[in-house]
């Protein structure tokens, strides 16, 4: 029969500022939902439950919270259930409450002035200290308000925002955020239930900054101006700000980057978690700015370290939900040949500079490694077709916005990304590569790119 097993329902009551915290395994399900006709709100990571409505998670580490009390029914088994009395969630409410006068003042000011530009927050700090979740509430309570935050993934080694792993990532957040899937890279969300405009989409390719720095930087300083001219456009995202999340920061050496990042993307606000010491670094460093501000937040007891595997299975989650979707929307996507030795076949790989060392011997005569190094191959590299062989096998192709034909390394390096590919197989006699593509029909004639992160993985 269909009827529900009772005794896998449990009830938990939650009393004003407490929270539910679960944790639920890859290949489980739990469905939680805020007992209908019983009073008090519930939220997720700043956003808002329905009463009654069934809300299914899968594979992750979570929490909901409530400001008034509340009764929620859990069906199935989560790994970890517990509730919890102290958070910091009022804390960030009062960033958000602070960010929110800043936006008043922007959206009073005429359009073209420099302060119609609401505030930018960069959040930073070592792993799983809850930037990311910080960043999912700061959206969700400015959305909420009923502004359109514009937030930015700069962590190309997580599982990914609004695209696969290995991407940094901007879009603009129009509407309510998905309960179950907050920023779109949970497993369970269909892409249709995204309330973004289109995303901006650089592939990288590499999972820390440090093997690539260079390009990285690059990517950074062409997602500034894309984000700014979109922000030209559209003066609530404007006026509303940017909400930045970043690869791990945990020690002096990201000191440049950081200052990189905050300059390109003119910062105002530096919130530092999990780490006294990049705190005090971060204050040094920005003393003489006078409009930026640095500010330290509490890290919530709820956040977990997610051991290797887990990781690994939520990377694997989020390419495999890129080309099949999910429960809520199911995805079929095509299998398609490319011909290696075509005229309209040019694939690039990204070059780790931190595991391919150079060697000089094979160098050009008159040219020395310092030559290189002011050269666009030492960040990408075109392959030739006899290059292409099966180590590309399980990788994940971005399809570039710049033609094949007129493709150099500085254009490639750069360039935006239409949409990825999956490579199913390399046939080295039949001159092959089978691809899995999210669109039917010939892949377009794009440089292609080739990266080593996420890293190889099994999708069928
Ligand atoms: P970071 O971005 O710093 O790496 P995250 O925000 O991703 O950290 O948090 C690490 C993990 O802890 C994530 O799986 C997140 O969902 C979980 N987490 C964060 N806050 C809570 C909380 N209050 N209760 C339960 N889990 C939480």
Sequence with gaps: TDSIDSSTILTRELKPNQEFRFEVAPNTS????????????????????????????????????????????????????????????????????????????????????????????????????????????????????????????????????????????AASFGSVMDVEDGFGNSPMSAPSAIPVKLPLVYYYGLETPEGGVRRYKRLISRMAVAVNSRLEEDIESKNTGLIIDTPSFDNQTNGDLISYIVAEFSITTIAILGSERLYNTMLKSFSASTNINVIKLPTSGGCVDRDVPYKKSLRDATVKKYFFGDDKCTLSPYTVSIELDSPGFSLWETVDSSSDKKNISFLPIGEDESSLQTGEDDVVRKLAPGDVDSRFENLVVAVLQV?????????????????????QEIDEKERRMKVLSPVPGRVPSKALLVGKWPDGMFLT
């Design 30 to 169: 739990i469905t939680i939902r805020l007992t209908a006709g019983t009073a008090g709100t519930a939220e997720l990571f700043g956003t808002e439950l329905s009463k009654g409505l069934p809300y299914t998670f899968t594979c992750c580490k979570s929490a909901i919270y409530t400001w008034t009390g509340c009764s929620l029914s859990i069906e199935g088994s989560p790994s970890v259930e517990y509730i919890a009395e102290e958070t910091p969630m009022t804390t960030y409410l009062n960033l958000h409450i602070a960010l929110e006068k800043l936006r008043v003042a922007a959206s009073d000011c005429p359009p073209t002035t420099e302060g119609a530009q609401g505030p930018r927050i960069l959040l930073i700090g070592p792993p799983d200290v809850g930037k990311t979740t910080v960043a999912k509430i700061l959206t969700g309570y400015s959305i909420r308000q009923g502004r359109k935050p514009m937030v930015i993934n700069l962590d190309t080694g997580g599982e990914g925002v609004l695209s696969v792993p290995g991407t940094i990532t």
């Design 403 to 423: 033609d094949a034909k007129d493709a150099g390394a500085k254009e490639v390096a750069e360039s935006a990304v239409l949409g990825f590919l999956f490579v």
